[in-house]
């Protein structure tokens, strides 16, 4: 297992203020031809702009970025952002994936749009490639090519129950072209009485020969929203994942203990570059990589 080890990480982005409610985080990233390119959502507190933004942002050694687009919830006509997904395809071609908030409403939507280079995306030509529907609010996707065909673990979320809307489930689908998708059901739910049972979002997939590596944010309450951490889970299936520990295995030493979505890299040296949100002392969270 390849684990985030608090104290160890080197930050990249700082939130955008002191205190709970102020992060910098949910990253993707892709290094290619010697730079990374990382996409990342702002936020402050409910009420004072929430995700408001996503930055997208290009460095050479994967540690000192330079921001060169910013994204806000105002371009993507959304109450607010989450979670990013950005993805180089076979061809050359960039696609950033993103979480927005169905304004007035629990629900969540993927758009995307896509350009030669991350610099160049203009998202005022995307499309919607995850609606949803009235009963589940569909985001963060984490998209993989492998064997000819991508791939998706995105975050489902019930919209029946206003009182149960913050728990998730993880399913996944396929697709040829990684616009139009086909669903085979869940991959990973939480497992009841367990410190992942009110939810379970898939934040990186690893494949290893014919098993899946899947590391995953976790809650046991609703009260933990906003501070999950991080666990595993494995299998030979993409649709059935099962967790490894009745335990998180990466978390942050302070306030809640929040440690999540994680994001891996994989390098030309075969090292790897992992990316996570993590809580700091005041309660903001800040966004960390570290080499491995």
């Known amino acids: 297992m390849l684990l985030p080890m608090p104290g160890q990480g080197v930050v990249v982005a700082e939130p955008p203020g002191t205190g709970p409610g102020y992060w910098s985080g949910a990253p993707s990233a892709v290094a290619v031809d010697g730079e990374f390119f990382l996409a990342y959502r702002l936020r402050r507190p409910i009420g004072q702009g929430r995700g408001y933004a996503i930055a997208v942002a290009r460095s050479a050694d994967g540690e000192r970025f330079e921001t060169v687009l910013t ?94 809307t913050d728990q998730m489930t993880t399913e996944y689908a396929t697709s040829a072209d990684g616009l139009t998708w086909t669903w085979h059901g869940t991959a990973l739910s939480g497992t009841p009485g367990q410190w992942d049972s009110r939810g379970t979002r898939v934040s990186a997939v690893h494949f290893d020969g014919d098993t899946v590596i899947a590391y995953y944010d976790g809650r046991a309450t609703a009260a933990e929203n906003y501070e999950e951490r991080t666990g595993v889970a494995t299998g030979t299936d993409p649709a059935a994942l099962i967790p490894v520990s009745r335990e998180p295995v990466a978390f942050s030493p302070y306030r809640g203990g929040g440690l999540r979505y994680m994001h891996i890299v994989p390098l030309h040296d075969g090292r790897k570059r992992i990316y996570y949100e993590m809580t700091r002392q005041d309660g903001s969270h800040a966004l960390f990589t570290e080499l491995r």
Request: charged share 30%.
């Open 71 to 164: 994204i806000s919830k105002e371009d993507m006509a959304t109450e607010s952002l989450e979670r990013p997904g950005l993805v180089r395809t076979p061809e050359g071609r960039w696609r950033l994936y993103l979480s927005c908030a169905t304004t007035g409403t629990k629900h969540w939507r993927v758009e995307v749009t896509e350009a030669d280079h991350p610099t160049l995306f203009d998202v005022r030509d995307r499309e919607t490639v995850l609606p949803g529907d009235a009963k589940t609010g569909v985001k963060d996707p984490v998209i993989v090519h492998h064997g000819g065909q991508w791939h998706l673990w995105a975050s489902c979320h019930p919209l029946e129950d206003p009182l149960q």
